[in-house]
């Protein structure tokens, strides 16, 4: 069973601070996908990430793919209230079974 | 352009009922997924389809049936509903397995 693992679960940051987000597993990906969810509202893209050791960056956030391809972060620099949300990593495995796993979310609270 | 569509929105059932929760996406997508998400949660994937005709289990498919006859619909079908089902349901679509995934706006079941 492929697990994905994402910490923290919860983070309450004030305006201007920086932040990581981790997703970690046992098990190797062939690539990960980073969503954005606000509430009401379905998972959205940011980011996928495919190859090992990989560093993406949109505006202020930063997505790393481990070189063993195992793990990922998110790293946002100068958090502001408008990326409050759940943050959600998901992958499909090395086999690319079409099987979307996604971890257990990060909530962001950013506060003014 | 609708993307995918979920109904109905919301539901409340009552213990024992049956009901079938649509999904339909015109991006002609050949993968389709339903997850469920408790609240504050990750989503856990339920049944998954890779084309017309072909489903497969998620994570946490106990209670659930589905079925794909063609590419655009995927209907989750609920057989006598408990309280443990009471969650947001989310059906999303991809092109292929890793590139990104399409959500609906979900629907909010009770059961009571």
């Known amino acids: 069973t492929q697990l994905l693992e994402q910490s923290p679960q919860f983070l309450s940051i004030q305006e201007g601070e920086n932040l990581t987000v981790y997703c970690n597993s046992s098990?190797?990906?062939?690539?990960l996908q980073w969503y954005r969810q606000e509430p009401g509202e379905g998972p959205v893209l940011l980011v996928t990430?495919?190859?090992?050791?990989e560093v993406k960056k949109l505006k202020r956030l930063t997505f790393q793919f481990g070189d063993a391809r195992k793990d990922s972060s998110l790293h946002i620099t100068a958090a502001q209230p408008g990326d409050t949300g759940l943050y959600l990593c998901?992958?499909?495995?090395?086999?690319?079974?079409?099987?979307?796993?996604f971890g257990q979310g990060t909530t962001l609270q950013v506060k003014p | 352009n609708a993307g995918v569509t979920q109904t109905p929105k919301f539901r409340i059932l009552k213990i024992g009922q049956s009901m079938t929760l649509q999904c339909t996406q015109d991006?002609?997508?050949?993968?389709m997924y339903w997850y469920r998400q408790d609240p504050g949660m990750g989503l856990k994937l339920i049944y998954y389809?890779?084309?017309?005709?072909?489903?497969d289990k998620g994570e946490v498919p106990n209670g659930y049936n589905v079925s794909r006859s063609t590419t655009e619909d995927f209907p989750l079908r609920l057989e006598l509903a408990a309280p443990s089902q009471t969650s947001v349901y989310f059906c999303?679509?991809?092109?292929?397995?890793?590139?990104?995934?399409?959500f609906g706006q979900g629907t909010r079941l009770t059961v009571v």
């Open positions: 999303a679509s991809s092109y292929v397995g890793e590139t990104e995934a399409f």
């Open positions: 098990s190797v990906f062939s690539s």
């Open positions: 990430v495919v190859t090992g050791g």
């Open positions: 998901a992958g499909s495995g090395s086999s690319n079974t079409g099987k979307l796993i």
């Open positions: 991006m002609n997508h050949n993968y």
């Open positions: 389809s890779v084309g017309a005709g072909i489903t």
